[in-house]
């Protein structure tokens, strides 16, 4: 199964848990291996976050961005990297034809 890593706002956002859960279930379904930082425990800094997302996207085939992306700071820095390295990645709605916004 190709592996993916979801990169999306988190900081900021409520929902994040329940959107990222539901982004990954869809993506599971698709035959998906899904890598999500919404998984990581509380409590950490954001350097530790970045640290353990990034060895999340060098594991990963491609990353997933969802539309929300943009409106943080996290995800365009992973995005950055992603361009740095030669990452694969996708919009989620270039994959996921569905109403409403992630």
Do not use: W
């Not at 279930?25 to 800094?45: D, H, N, R, W, Y």
């Not at 996290?74 to 361009?83: F, G, K, M, R, T």
Request: hydrophobic share 40%.
């Amino acid at each position: 199964m190709p592996k993916v890593y979801i990169a999306g706002k988190i900081t900021g956002d409520a929902n994040y848990k329940r959107k990222y859960a539901r982004v990954k279930g869809i993506l599971q379904k698709l035959g998906f291996t899904v890598l999500s930082p919404a998984s990581l425990p509380e409590g950490m800094t954001a350097a530790d976050y970045m640290r353990i997302c990034f060895a999340m996207i060098d594991t990963a085939d491609t990353v997933v961005f969802l539309p929300d992306y943009t409106q943080s700071p996290s995800a365009l820095l992973e995005h950055q990297y992603c361009v740095y390295i030669g990452k694969p990645m996708l919009l989620y709605h270039s994959i996921v034809k569905e109403e409403g916004q992630c």
